[in-house]
């Protein structure tokens, strides 16, 4: 196959469509949130995107029935505006295949006339948090009112060492472009899967976009973290290290 291969799937017509970007990073923050939004809101699988950038290996369905890794795209039908989903289970493996992956992404976004860009991430604190606070980065000065009348922080510095992978390159070449892109990154501990997280992104989603959501499915498993988060705590209170993967590969 090509380094970079693009599947049609359906070829449906957007309305003034917004990128929304959550491939896997710190906290599975960005992945958790596009994927929420596709279970919540009508959906359509658009294209596939196949590299040799991503892992040589295969997904196993229910059925048991193999499928080459891949990213998706999604159209999604809100309340508010359309939106194009971009998921996955893999990012790229080097620095050019970042690069490429990300062209290849834009590409997409903007055959169906996408103009605005978010990509979804996670920032570690390397703690625990009792308030979750969600920082911000952007292409352009002039789109940071709207985000911090949502509470969305702009710290200088922050993420100390910016942002990687395709999440900063949708910024860094989706500005390039002329795009209006933004991160929002969620704070959380790093160490696990986390729904709060995701929640607040989410919320920030909401105000800026303009939709709807119900968070149900997503507090139930936010609770079934919290278990996982007293058992850390308890684990530091007395002196222990913290878990390894190992111990926290059942978690999402």
């Known amino acids: 196959m090509d380094a970079i291969e693009i599947e049609t799937v359906a ?36 294209r596939r995107v196949y590299a040799d950038e991503f ?35 893999h990012q790229a493996g080097s620095n050019a295949g970042h690069y490429h992956l990300t062209e290849s992404f834009l590409d997409i976004a903007e055959s169906f006339g996408v103009e605005s860009v978010f990509a979804l991430g996670g920032v570690p604190t390397g703690e625990l948090i009792e308030e979750y606070h969600v920082l911000g980065a952007v292409t352009d000065a002039d789109l940071k009112a709207d985000l911090e009348a949502e509470d969305v922080e702009f710290r200088e510095d922050e993420p100390a060492g910016g942002i990687v992978g395709v999440s900063g390159l949708l910024l860094g070449l989706g500005g390039r472009r002329g795009l209006d892109a933004t991160c929002l990154m969620g704070e959380t501990s790093g160490y696990l899967v986390d729904p709060k997280s995701a929640r607040a992104v989410l919320e920030v989603l909401e105000e800026v ?29 007395q002196g222990n290290q913290m878990p390894t993967d190992d111990d926290l590969r059942y978690i999402g």
């Open 11 to 46: 070829e449906p017509t957007l309305s003034d469509p917004v990128l929304i970007e959550g491939l896997p990073g710190v906290g599975h923050v960005g992945k958790l949130a596009a994927e929420y939004l596709l279970e919540e809101f009508d959906s359509e699988l658009v």
């Open 55 to 89: 892992p040589p290996q295969v997904s196993i369905d229910e059925e048991g029935v193999a499928d080459l890794v891949c990213a998706e795209f999604h159209a999604v039908e809100t309340d508010g505006r359309d939106l194009l989903v971009l998921t996955g289970d």
């Open 209 to 237: 976009i303009g939709f709807d959501l119900n968070y149900e499915s997503l507090e139930d498993r936010a609770e079934e973290m919290e278990e996982v988060v007293g058992k850390i705590q308890e684990m530091q209170n």
